[in-house]
Structure formats: structure tokens, C-alpha cells
């Protein structure tokens, strides 16, 4: 499943901190881009210290604790910054993305809901789409997993895994012709979707289009997806270069 990172460079400036807590947000920042989880959570920790009713503070410290594997930790600061600007779609993405790694999938859903009311489109009503659709996927319930994606096509018409997720509820569906065109854009808008090659030639097979079917395996294969091999085996007449 595709996850949508939130660039760090892009959603903050820092222009109204103090002096010093500023120094310890950029410190911060800077540990985090590096992966310095230790350092970034000294450098955050200082700064919601120093400035605890500024949000950026706890959702920064949020991050650096999600990336380092400590989801209760950015549950707990994505409260307190929640607290103080609810409004705010990045730490609702955030705050859902804890709790559906805690498998805490039910907590999720009101932030994503809140989501698309607060933003209807755009990339975080997008992330937040990507992360219902799975959910439903899980779930197996194909019809909401179809609407969501079928909202999802139409805010991001250019998200070749979008028409690559569809195409795949379709297929689940036996919607084998609408499935096969969602598939096909999904390979046209990014002809390095190895998973898009891979669920098109399962279509095809069904539609005992053998020849572009095996065409399909292959390409995947050539995009390094060693899973199609099998497939290729049983189904195909030639074996991939390099076997």
C-alpha cells in the first residue's frame, strides 16, 4: 500500500517563536531530516518547553517519535497539539496514522472523516482517501472501497496508484472491462507500477487474454518484481531473461 511521507521542509515556518525556542525547532528539524531521533527529541523536548502552547512544538515532536517507532509517545503529543488547533489536517493524518499502527483502525476513521471536511481535496484528503480505501480493503468491503476510490480518481485524476487501487476493487468485484481500463491508466501514468503490470495480467487471464497477459508478468519482472515468476512459470511459454 502507497503512503503519502508529509514533506518537513514544506509545512512550517518559524517566524514567531523566540529566538531560542526557534534555534531548538531548527535543531530539531535538522536531526529529524537526518534521522537523528535522540537528538531530535532533545532539541523538541527543549521546545515544548519552551513554548508549550504553540502546536508545532508537539507535532514535531510527533513526528520524530512516529519515525522512530514510538506511536503512543506521538499519540500523546498529537493530542496536545490537536488541543490547540483542531483544525489542523497534517496532525489529524498524523494522529490516524498512530492509531492505525497501534491497530487501533476505528480511532482512526473520525480524523480522516475530519479531514476530508476540513480539506476536500488536495494531498492530505488524498492521503486520507488512500488510508480509508485500505481500511475498507481489509475489511473486504469492496462496495465502500469502490466509492472511496472512485472519489479518490476524481480529486487526483493524474495518481497512477489511485487507478491502480480501483482497478484492483474492481477486479475483486469481477468488473473485469472497468477494472482492465483503471489498470491500464494506472501503467500509462507510471509505467514503473510493477503491482499495476502484475493485477492487469490476473485480469487478462480471466479474459483468457493469455499473450498480453504473459506480456504484462514480464514487465513487472523486468521492474524487479521477483513475485510474478511462479505466474510466469505456470502460465507463460518463456521464461524471463536471466533465469
Same mark, same amino acid.
Not at 12 to 17: A, G
Not at 121 to 133: Q, R, S
Given at each position: 500500500?502507497?503512503?503519502?511521507? =508529509?514533506?518537513?521542509?514544506?509545512?512550517?515556518?518559524?517566524?514567531?517563536?523566540?529566538?531560542?525556542?526557534?534555534?531548538?525547532?531548527?535543531?530539531?528539524?535538522?536531526?529529524?531530516?537526518?534521522?537523528?531521533?535522540?537528538?531530535?527529541?532533545?532539541?523538541?523536548?527543549?521546545?515544548?518547553?519552551?513554548?508549550?502552547?504553540?502546536?508545532?512544538?508537539?507535532?514535531?515532536?510527533?513526528?520524530?517519535?512516529?519515525?522512530?517507532?514510538?506511536?503512543?509517545?506521538?499519540?500523546?503529543?498529537?493530542?496536545?497539539?490537536?488541543?490547540?488547533?483542531?483544525?489542523?489536517?497534517?496532525?489529524?493524518? /498524523?494522529?490516524?496514522?498512530?492509531?492505525?499502527?497501534?491497530?487501533?483502525?476505528?480511532?482512526?476513521?473520525?480524523?480522516?472523516?475530519?479531514?476530508?471536511?476540513?480539506?476536500?481535496?488536495?494531498?492530505?484528503?488524498?492521503?486520507? =482517501?488512500?488510508?480509508?480505501?485500505?481500511?475498507?480493503?481489509?475489511?473486504?468491503? /469492496?462496495?465502500?472501497?469502490?466509492?472511496?476510490?472512485?472519489?479518490?480518481?476524481?480529486?487526483?485524476?493524474?495518481?497512477?496508484?489511485?487507478?491502480?487501487?480501483?482497478?484492483? %476493487?474492481?477486479?475483486?468485484?469481477?468488473?473485469?472491462?472497468?477494472?482492465?481500463?483503471?489498470?491500464?491508466?494506472? %501503467?500509462? =501514468?507510471?509505467?514503473?507500477?510493477?503491482?499495476?503490470? %502484475?493485477?492487469?495480467?490476473?485480469?487478462?487471464?480471466?479474459?483468457?487474454?493469455?499473450?498480453?497477459?504473459?506480456?504484462?508478468?514480464?514487465?513487472?519482472?523486468? =521492474?524487479?518484481?521477483?513475485?510474478?515468476?511462479?505466474?510466469?512459470?505456470?502460465?507463460?511459454?518463456?521464461?524471463?531473461?536471466?533465469?
Amino acid at each position: 500500500m502507497r503512503t503519502y511521507a =508529509l514533506l518537513l521542509s514544506a509545512a512550517l515556518v518559524l517566524p514567531t517563536l523566540a529566538q531560542d525556542d526557534n534555534a531548538d525547532m531548527l535543531a530539531g528539524l535538522s536531526a529529524l531530516r537526518k534521522a537523528d531521533h535522540a537528538t531530535a527529541e532533545r532539541a523538541f523536548t527543549a521546545a515544548t518547553a519552551a513554548s508549550p502552547d504553540d502546536p508545532r512544538t508537539w507535532y514535531y515532536r510527533a513526528v520524530n517519535r512516529q519515525q522512530s517507532g514510538d506511536h503512543s509517545g506521538a499519540l500523546a503529543d498529537l493530542e496536545r497539539s490537536l488541543t490547540l488547533d483542531a483544525t489542523d489536517v497534517h496532525a489529524l493524518l /498524523r494522529r490516524a496514522e498512530s492509531h492505525i499502527a497501534l491497530g487501533q483502525h476505528t480511532q482512526a476513521l473520525p480524523d480522516l472523516e475530519r479531514i476530508l471536511a476540513i480539506r476536500p481535496t488536495g494531498p492530505a484528503a488524498e492521503h486520507a =482517501l488512500f488510508l480509508i480505501g485500505a481500511q475498507q480493503v481489509a475489511r473486504e468491503d /469492496r462496495v465502500s472501497a469502490k466509492q472511496t476510490y472512485d472519489r479518490l480518481v476524481s480529486i487526483a485524476p493524474l495518481d497512477a496508484q489511485a487507478w491502480c487501487n480501483r482497478g484492483i %476493487v474492481l477486479a475483486s468485484m469481477h468488473m473485469d472491462a472497468p477494472a482492465l481500463a483503471d489498470l491500464e491508466k494506472a %501503467v500509462t =501514468l507510471d509505467p514503473m507500477l510493477s503491482e499495476a503490470y %502484475v493485477q492487469l495480467a490476473l485480469v487478462l487471464f480471466r479474459m483468457d487474454r493469455v499473450q498480453e497477459a504473459c506480456h504484462a508478468l514480464h514487465s513487472a519482472h523486468d =521492474l524487479g518484481d521477483q513475485s510474478t515468476e511462479e505466474l510466469i512459470l505456470i502460465h507463460c511459454d518463456q521464461a524471463p531473461q536471466g533465469w
